[in-house]
C-alpha cells in the first residue's frame, strides 16, 4: 500500500471514529445473541409431511371449538372433529393441552405435532424464573435480559421462551386451521420469544399465528435446514421472526406486522458465498411470497449473507427492507450476497417515532397499544425509504417494483470495520463495494401508474464497483456510475475512501437515537426537523456566514478599487445563499447545490485573480481553491471523477479552513507604507517628465 493511500486511509479510520461515537450509542445493540457458528452445510431445506400427526395438541372448551370450525369447508370441518375426538383423550395416545407439552414429548426424529384451532397461552410457561434459574450467571444484553448459553437454555427453558424446542430434529409443528388465524400462540407479553427452536435441524412451522413477546415471535437459531411456512407474527418489541446462524433456510408465504424493528431478519445467514463475485452456487435462506407492513422496517439483516428474497412484498413500513454491517457479535461480517427480485416495495413512509416522543414507548409492552397500531421503533431508521444497505457488498437488486417512497427508493452507505469490532486498518473501508441496481421499476406500479419516489438514489459516495440503472430518476449525487448489460461492468466506476462530508456529519447526527432513553436526534429530518433545524443548514449557514464575512471584509479592506474582485464577491454571496437555500430542501440533488458551488467556484477563482497582483501566495491559494470548488460542482453534477480516494468536497473543505484563517489575516494586516487600508496599486515606474528632470540633473534627485 502507497504512502498517500496509507495516509487517505487514516484519514478515513479518524472520520470512521467519529462516527463511532454516535453509531454505537447506548439502546442501539439490535440482536444479541451468545457466541455461535453456522452450520457445517450438510443439511437440506426440509419438506413437509402430511401423514397423521404423531401428537395432538387441542383445548377441551368444545364449545370454543366448535365455534372456530364452524364456517370451515365440510371436509376441513370432519377432520378436524375427527382429532379432536381423538385429543381430547389426553395423554401419549391422545392430547396435550399445551404446545410444550407436545414438544417435551418428542422422543425421536421425523415426529409431526397437529396443533387444533384454539388459544395457547401456555400457562405453565409463564411462571417466573424461581431457585437456580432465578439466579443464573449470564451477562445481560444492552436491553436488559440475559444472553444465555445454550446449556442454560436446557436447564431453564422457560426463562425467556413460552415455548422451547431444543435440539429436536426434522420435527413439523402446524395449525389444523382453515387460516393461520385459526391457532393462535399468545405470549401476552411475559416472555422474550413465543417459540424459540435452538440447534432444531429440519424443523417445519406450518399455519398457526405467533404474537406479543418482548422481542420475538418465532426464532429459530443455528438450525441447518428449517421451513417457515403460512405463519403470521404480530405486536412485537422487536422482531416478528427472526432467523441467526442458520442454513438451508426456506420462509414462504408468511406475514409479519406490528414490529418494533423488522418484521422478517435473517440475521447472520450462513455466509457460504464469503469470497465470491455475483455468481454464486445456491443461497443459504430464501424467502418468497411473504408480505411484511406497518413494522419499522418490513426486512432487515444484520449479516444478512446469501439470502434470496423474491416475489415479496414489503409495504406501509418506516423502510421498506434494510441490510447492514453496523452491529457487533453477528458472524458473517460485513455483511454480503444478498439477491432482491420480483419484490414489491412500495409507500413505507410510516413515522413512528412520535410514539417515543410522546412518552407511549416508554410504557409497559402490555399498555403500549401495539395491537391498535403502535410501533416502538428499536433503532435509527430513515422514514420514508424503499431498501437501505448500510455496509454491504456484492448486493443484487433487480426487478424490483420500488414506488411511493417521500424520501428515497435505495439508500447506499458504508459503515467501517471497528464498528462491528475490527480494528484492523486495512478492514476499515471494506463495506460498501459492488451492489448492483439495475431493470428496477422505479416510481411506477405494477399497472404503469406514475408512483414516484422523491428521490430515487441517495448514496454517501463511499465504494468502488456499485452501479445504478440508466435513467435512473432523481438522485444524490445527481450523476451515478451506471450498471452495464452483464453484470460486474460499470460504466464510471468510483473507488472511495471516504463519504461524502456533510452526508457523513448527517448521519452521525442521526444514528444518535435510543428509543430507552427517549433521546431523539434534534438535527436530523428522520426525526421531523425542517429547515434551519437541520443538520445540513446549520452546517451550511455556519459557512455561508463565515465565509460571507470574510469575503466581504476582504474586498473591502484590499480590493475595493478592483470591479472585478467586486463583481465576483457579489456572485459568491448569492452561491452561498443558494447553498443555504439547497440544504434546506431535505435533499442535495437536482441543480441549486451545483449551481451554488459554480457561482462558488467562479466568486473565489476571479478573487484569486485580482489578489494576484498584491499577494501571489494568497492569490494561488485562492485559485485553487475555486477551481476545488468547480471540480466539485462537476463532481456533483455532471460526473463523478473516477479512481480518486476522496471526493472534491473533502480537498476543498480542508483548504477552505486554511484559507479563512489566512483571509483573516490579510484582511486584517495594514499594507506597509499604504495610507489607507486597501492594498496600493502596483507602482507603474516614474513618470517621462521625472526621467527627463533627473536626466538633466545628471541621474540625481530632481
Known amino acids: 500500500m502507497s504512502w498517500t493511500r496509507r495516509l487517505l486511509l487514516a484519514l478515513s479510520v479518524v472520520l470512521a471514529a467519529l462516527a463511532a461515537a454516535l453509531v454505537t450509542a447506548p439502546g442501539a445493540q439490535a440482536h444479541e445473541e451468545r457466541p455461535v457458528t453456522f452450520p457445517d452445510g450438510s443439511g437440506s431445506v426440509p419438506t413437509p409431511r402430511t401423514g397423521e400427526p404423531d401428537l395432538l395438541v387441542c383445548k377441551t372448551d368444545r364449545a370454543d371449538f366448535d365455534r372456530r370450525i364452524g364456517r370451515f369447508p365440510a371436509a376441513l370441518k370432519a377432520r378436524n372433529l375427527a382429532l379432536f375426538a381423538r385429543c381430547a383423550r389426553g395423554g401419549p395416545t391422545g392430547g396435550y393441552r399445551h404446545l410444550q407439552q407436545a414438544v417435551d414429548a418428542v422422543d425421536r426424529p421425523g415426529m409431526t405435532i397437529a396443533v387444533l384451532p384454539g388459544l395457547y397461552e401456555e400457562e405453565p410457561s409463564r411462571a417466573a424464573p424461581t431457585g437456580a434459574c432465578a439466579a443464573l450467571d449470564a451477562p445481560r444484553s444492552a436491553l436488559g435480559y440475559q444472553i444465555l448459553s445454550y446449556e442454560q437454555q436446557r436447564q431453564c427453558p422457560h426463562n425467556q421462551n413460552l415455548v422451547a424446542i431444543l435440539g429436536k430434529k426434522n420435527l413439523q409443528i402446524e395449525g389444523t386451521g382453515a387460516s393461520r388465524l385459526d391457532v393462535v400462540v399468545d405470549a401476552a407479553y411475559t416472555k422474550l420469544n413465543a417459540l424459540r427452536a435452538d440447534r432444531s435441524d429440519g424443523i417445519?412451522?406450518?399455519?398457526?399465528?405467533?404474537?406479543?413477546?418482548?422481542?420475538?415471535?418465532?426464532?429459530?437459531?443455528?438450525?441447518?435446514?428449517?421451513?417457515?411456512?403460512?405463519?403470521?407474527?404480530?405486536?412485537?418489541?422487536?422482531?416478528?421472526?427472526?432467523?441467526?446462524?442458520?442454513?438451508?433456510?426456506?420462509?414462504?408465504?408468511?406475514?409479519?406486522?406490528?414490529?418494533?424493528?423488522?418484521?422478517?431478519?435473517?440475521?447472520?445467514?450462513?455466509?457460504?458465498?464469503?469470497?465470491?463475485?455475483?455468481?454464486?452456487?445456491?443461497?443459504?435462506?430464501?424467502?418468497?411470497?411473504?408480505?411484511?407492513?406497518?413494522?419499522?422496517?418490513?426486512?432487515?439483516?444484520?449479516?444478512?449473507?446469501?439470502?434470496?428474497?423474491?416475489?415479496?412484498?414489503?409495504?406501509?413500513?418506516?423502510?421498506?427492507?434494510?441490510?447492514?454491517?453496523?452491529?457487533?457479535?453477528?458472524?458473517?461480517?460485513?455483511?454480503?450476497?444478498?439477491?432482491?427480485?420480483?419484490?414489491?416495495?412500495?409507500d413505507n413512509n410510516q413515522n413512528y417515532y412520535r410514539h417515543v416522543a410522546d412518552g407511549t414507548c416508554a410504557k409497559p409492552p402490555v399498555e403500549r397499544g401495539y395491537e391498535q397500531g403502535v410501533v416502538c421503533p428499536q433503532i435509527s431508521m430513515p422514514p420514508g425509504t424503499g431498501i437501505i444497505t448500510a455496509g454491504g457488498n456484492w448486493n443484487l437488486y433487480e426487478d424490483n417494483w420500488v414506488y411511493g417512497h417521500q424520501r428515497a427508493a435505495f439508500f447506499l452507505s458504508a459503515v467501517p470495520a471497528f464498528i462491528r469490532g475490527e480494528s484492523a486498518w486495512g478492514k476499515q473501508t471494506d463495506t460498501s463495494h459492488h451492489n448492483r441496481y439495475a431493470g428496477n421499476h422505479l416510481g411506477v406500479d405494477r399497472s404503469g401508474a406514475s408512483r414516484p419516489n422523491r428521490t430515487d438514489v441517495w448514496w454517501d459516495g463511499q465504494g468502488g464497483g456499485n452501479c445504478w440503472q440508466p435513467g435512473t430518476g432523481a438522485s444524490t449525487p445527481g450523476v451515478l456510475p451506471e450498471c452495464g448489460a452483464r453484470r460486474g461492468d460499470v460504466s464510471g466506476n468510483t473507488d472511495r475512501l471516504v463519504g461524502e462530508p456533510a452526508k457523513l456529519a448527517h448521519l452521525l447526527v442521526c444514528a444518535d437515537y435510543d428509543v430507552q432513553a427517549r433521546r431523539l436526534p434534534a438535527g436530523c429530518d428522520w426525526y421531523g426537523a425542517r429547515g434551519v433545524q437541520r443538520v445540513e443548514t446549520q452546517l451550511a449557514l455556519a459557512c455561508a456566514v463565515v465565509l460571507g464575512l470574510m469575503g466581504a471584509a476582504l474586498w473591502w479592506r484590499r480590493l475595493r478599487h478592483s470591479r472585478?474582485?467586486?463583481?465576483?464577491?457579489?456572485?459568491?454571496?448569492?452561491?452561498?445563499?443558494?447553498?443555504?437555500?439547497?440544504?434546506?430542501?431535505?435533499?442535495?440533488?437536482?441543480?441549486?447545490?451545483?449551481?451554488?458551488?459554480?457561482?462558488?467556484?467562479?466568486?473565489?477563482?476571479?478573487?484569486?485573480?485580482?489578489?494576484?497582483?498584491?499577494?501571489?501566495?494568497?492569490?494561488?491559494?485562492?485559485?485553487?481553491?475555486?477551481?476545488?470548488?468547480?471540480?466539485?460542482?462537476?463532481?456533483?453534477?455532471?460526473?463523478?471523477?473516477?479512481?480518486?480516494?476522496?471526493?472534491?468536497?473533502?480537498?476543498?473543505?480542508?483548504?477552505?479552513?486554511?484559507?479563512?484563517?489566512?483571509?483573516?489575516?490579510?484582511?486584517?494586516?495594514?499594507?506597509?507604507?499604504?495610507?489607507?487600508?486597501?492594498?496600493?496599486?502596483?507602482?507603474?515606474?516614474?513618470?517621462?517628465?521625472?526621467?527627463?528632470?533627473?536626466?538633466?540633473?545628471?541621474?540625481?534627485?530632481?
Open 204 to 346: 417445519y412451522f406450518r399455519n398457526f399465528t405467533a404474537q406479543r413477546t418482548t422481542f420475538n415471535s418465532l426464532y429459530v437459531l443455528a438450525a441447518d435446514g428449517f421451513v417457515i411456512d403460512d405463519v403470521l407474527t404480530r405486536w412485537n418489541d422487536e422482531y416478528g421472526f427472526l432467523t441467526f446462524a442458520s442454513d438451508h433456510g426456506l420462509y414462504k408465504n408468511c406475514e409479519s406486522y406490528g414490529n418494533g424493528d423488522s418484521g422478517i431478519y435473517p440475521g447472520s445467514a450462513s455466509d457460504i458465498n464469503d469470497g465470491r463475485g455475483y455468481d454464486v452456487p445456491r443461497y443459504s435462506i430464501e424467502i418468497t411470497g411473504c408480505r411484511s407492513h406497518h413494522n419499522m422496517v418490513g426486512y432487515s439483516g444484520t449479516a444478512g449473507d446469501s439470502v434470496w428474497v423474491h416475489d415479496n412484498e414489503f409495504d406501509h413500513n418506516m423502510g421498506g427492507a434494510s441490510m447492514d454491517s453496523a452491529f457487533p457479535g453477528h458472524p458473517g461480517l460485513p455483511q454480503n450476497h444478498a439477491r432482491f427480485e420480483r419484490n414489491l416495495i412500495h
Open 564 to 702: 472585478l474582485a467586486g463583481a465576483a464577491t457579489l456572485v459568491g454571496l448569492v452561491g452561498l445563499g443558494l447553498d443555504v437555500a439547497g440544504s434546506t430542501l431535505g435533499r442535495a440533488s437536482g441543480l441549486l447545490p451545483a449551481l451554488a458551488l459554480l457561482l462558488i467556484g467562479g466568486w473565489w477563482t476571479a478573487l484569486g485573480v485580482a489578489m494576484r497582483p498584491a499577494r501571489p501566495a494568497f492569490a494561488w491559494t485562492t485559485l485553487v481553491l475555486g477551481l476545488l470548488t468547480l471540480l466539485d460542482a462537476f463532481d456533483k453534477a455532471v460526473l463523478m471523477i473516477p479512481w480518486v480516494p476522496l471526493g472534491p468536497a473533502w480537498l476543498r473543505g480542508l483548504l477552505a479552513v486554511v484559507w479563512v484563517l489566512w483571509a483573516v489575516v490579510v484582511a486584517g494586516r495594514r499594507a506597509p507604507g499604504a495610507a489607507g487600508d486597501r492594498d496600493p496599486a502596483p507602482d507603474p515606474g516614474p513618470s517621462p517628465t521625472a526621467a527627463a528632470t533627473r536626466a538633466a540633473n545628471g541621474g540625481g534627485a530632481a
